[in-house]
């Protein structure tokens, strides 16, 4: 079992910046790649960046590299994704997920073992 708590989300304007957190907690999180994936008004839920829990690799959709970092810190159980030169088309509820690491990359919302409650990301234009 994974629990996943998020927190961070809000009003932005666009090309400003946000900073997501998840607290992890539960057992065995060695096997886990942590990830972020959001769901758009009317859109599917989508991958946005993962972290592999113990070696640190990092993956990410490519419409968010370069502007948004994934980033874990083992001692606290928390994982951040900082989010700067946000788009309106960022506007999303944002979920924290736990993947069984050895099923991605690529990751998708099919292989999600757990998820968090989700917080919303609103960018205004």
């Known amino acids: 079992q994974v629990q996943l708590v998020e927190s961070g989300g809000g009003l932005v304007q666009g090309g400003g910046s946000l900073r997501l957190s998840c607290v992890v907690s539960?057992?065995?999180?060695?096997?886990?790649?942590m990830s972020w994936f959001r769901q758009g008004p009317g859109k599917e839920r989508e991958f946005i960046a993962a972290?592999?829990?113990?070696?640190?690799?990092?993956y990410y959709e490519d419409s968010v590299k370069g502007r948004f970092t994934i980033s874990r810190d083992r001692a606290k159980n928390t994982v951040s994704l900082q989010m700067n030169s946000l788009k309106p088309n960022d506007t999303a509820v944002y979920y924290c997920?736990?993947?069984?690491?050895?099923?991605?990359?690529?990751?998708?919302?099919?292989?999600?073992?757990?998820w968090g409650q989700g917080t919303q990301v609103t960018v205004s234009s």
């Open positions: 997920a736990a993947v069984p690491q050895y099923l991605g990359p690529p990751f998708s919302a099919s292989i999600v073992g757990y």
């Open positions: 539960g057992n065995r999180l060695s096997m886990y790649a």
């Open positions: 972290i592999a829990w113990i070696s640190g690799s990092t």
